[in-house]
């Protein structure tokens, strides 16, 4: 048995798939991983191109792009390894080492899932370990965080008083490099093939943390992220992201009397879309 499987979704992702998955065999060393790339009815020749430069890679192509969440449970299910590491294809491992990140979750032995240390292109640090927001955090973070991203509820949200030097349990982490325990999937299902794209990470985390199990986070190992790489200057993707994130407050948010404000919410939503889309495609 392998002691990890890589799934890596791909769509369209270009000369970044080849250098994702080159990071991923630099930091295995004698870590045995077996990497699968489920790749989403691509428009370009990047799943090709791979097949020839690293033909150990295992490769399911799919007809249609059926989103990243039902993706990723593909590659879960091939596999057999009792690691999981979910990275995107426009992620690459610059400094640290699987066994390392192994061995960190490992030691704790109620991890369910383990999200690394994310960093932008230019070396600024991604937040990408948060917190589950409360109503008023979420809203101020929806509609005045396109204007202003330091505004107190989106630096609430994100732990922006935080360094990220240590590490922590934290309520999600990001999906592009998470790390998952095959138990706890077992027990808590995998990703919910509901939300097409975003949310689905902190969703999935939500359920492992109501199963019993812990989310941590450790700077151990970094990943850079050139984020939005196959969704950028998409306007279906916009409303796929309030569309995602209605569905995380109905299911985990708008429990009891809550249930009144989903209307509310989602006029929430459909207003930071439109703000969003004008702001993108301004002439």
Not at 4 to 20: K, P
Not at 91 to 103: K, R, Y
Not at 151 to 156: D, F, K, Q
Not at 239 to 244: G, I, K, Q, V
């Amino acid at each position: 048995m392998p002691d990890l499987d890589v799934v890596i979704v791909n769509y369209t992702a270009g000369e970044h798939l080849l250098r994702c998955v080159a990071s991923v065999r630099a930091a295995a060393g004698a870590t045995e991983t077996i990497i699968r790339v489920i790749d989403n009815d691509s428009q370009d020749d990047s799943i090709d191109r791979l097949a020839e430069a690293d033909p150990d890679v295992r490769i399911i192509r799919n007809l249609d792009n059926v989103g990243f969440g039902s993706a990723v449970n593909q590659g879960i299910a091939a596999g057999t390894a009792p690691w999981v590491l979910a990275l995107n294809p426009d992620a690459e491992i610059s400094s640290g080492d699987l066994a390392t990140l192994l061995d960190f979750a490992s030691g704790h032995d109620s991890a369910g899932a383990v999200g690394v240390l994310v960093r932008d292109p230019d070396g600024t640090i991604y937040p990408s370990a948060r917190r589950v927001p409360t109503l008023a955090e979420a809203a101020g973070h929806a509609l005045i965080g396109p204007f202003r991203r330091d505004n107190r509820w989106s630096r609430a949200y994100t732990m922006e008083g935080w360094d990220r030097t240590s590490a922590r349990e934290v309520d999600w982490v990001s999906g592009s490099s998470m790390l998952l325990r095959r138990n706890a999937l077992e027990r808590t299902g995998g990703f919910d093939p509901g939300y097409f794209m975003y949310a689905e990470d902190a969703d999935l985390c939500t359920r492992l943390r109501a199963d019993g199990w812990e989310v941590w986070f450790t700077p151990a190992v970094t990943v850079v992220h050139d984020h939005g790489l196959s969704t950028r200057g998409s306007r279906r993707m916009i409303w796929e992201h309030s569309r995602s994130i209605q569905r995380y407050f109905s299911k985990h948010i708008a429990t009891g009397w809550k249930r009144i404000l989903l209307p509310v919410s989602w006029v929430v939503l459909w207003i930071r879309a439109v703000i969003v889309s004008r702001r993108m495609w301004r002439p």
